[in-house]
């Protein structure tokens, strides 16, 4: 993000090939925020990388699914000419290979698009300041699928098994961070 950029509004690109979804987000980011402005709006992937490049904004929300080129390729092609642009992802699909895809191709996060506006500004406002942001959905199944079962209680939120107490052999005290033993 340039200086210049850093004293005004989050300049944000928005693409997506469903005008109701693009429009609705410009709508809502311009009316009820008073930190961001949408400068672009892209229907393809294609679009949003010449749009990204014409007007090199702050933040792209990047759909997975589009004609032409999806945002996957869309993402890996905007960060090799722009790496400073923060690319969020924005879909309905939560399986693993899309969410991998996007984040290899250097994508600065993946939220589904379940979640509520003030969610969605907070995520924005969090990766102007180089704060991940993934739904914890996704987080979830991707700790699910490497470590294997499902040891957590959905709808209490507790763990169903209670790992056993640390060995005291080997174990230290962490230091208190106000400086108290």
Known sequence: MNSENSRSKLTILLADDQTLVSESL???LCNYTDDMDVIALAKN????VRMAEERRPDIIL???RMPEMDGVEAVRIIKQHQPETKILMLSTYDEDVFVRSA????????LLKDISPTELITAIRALKNN?????PEIVR??????????DHDEKSGDAKSTPPPPSSRGSKRLPNVNGKS
């Open 103 to 110: 984040l290899l191709a250097g994508a600065s996060g993946y």
């Open 26 to 28: 410009k709508t809502f």
């Open 45 to 48: 992937g294609k679009e949003a």
């Open 131 to 135: 704060i991940m942001q993934i739904s």
């Open 141 to 150: 199944n991707m700790v699910r699928q490497k470590y294997g079962g499902d």
């Open 62 to 64: 990047m759909d997975v």
